[in-house]
Nanobody, 126 residues
Framework: QVQVVESGGGLVQAGGSLRLSCTVS????????MGWFRQAPGKEREGLSC????????AYADSVKGRFTISRDNAKNTLYLQMNSLKPEDTAMYYC???????????????????WGQGTQVTVSS
């Protein structure tokens, strides 16, 4: 049984930082590309970042480029998202997802990822 569990969300002031983690079990983590997504109330889900199976290839949405950094530790089956310079508009539920494709294609934000977590809430106060 595959489990994808996000953690690290919380309440932070604008300009602050948070690091999200996503721990995966039940699959060969190192074979999967991983992505971070978010969804705010009343808005569509937004793809934030993608990282290839080995970590050598990454991609970011323009909205977070330069502020967020994706990384992974395959030995720990864990994905990370370091979020700096947070803004109130970053408030959302944050999700991680696994893609059996293994690398970040051009269409990574819109691909059908194989496994999803339940999300972790990030709230940024002004």
């Amino acid at each position: 049984q595959v489990q994808v569990v996000e953690s690290g969300g919380g309440l932070v002031q604008a300009g602050g930082s948070l690091r999200l983690s996503c721990t995966v079990s039940g699959l060969r983590f190192a074979d999967y590309a991983m992505g971070w997504f978010r969804q705010a109330p009343g808005k569509e889900r937004e793809g934030l970042s993608c990282i290839s199976w080995g970590g050598s290839n990454t991609a970011y949405a323009d909205s977070v480029k330069g502020r967020f950094t994706i990384s992974r530790d395959n030995a720990k089956n864990t994905l990370y998202l370091q979020m700096n310079s947070l803004k109130p508009e970053d408030t959302a539920m944050y999700y991680c997802a696994a893609d059996a494709l293994g690398y970040c294609s051009t269409y990574w934000p819109n691909r059908k990822y194989n496994y999803w977590g339940q999300g972790t809430q990030v709230t940024v106060s002004s």
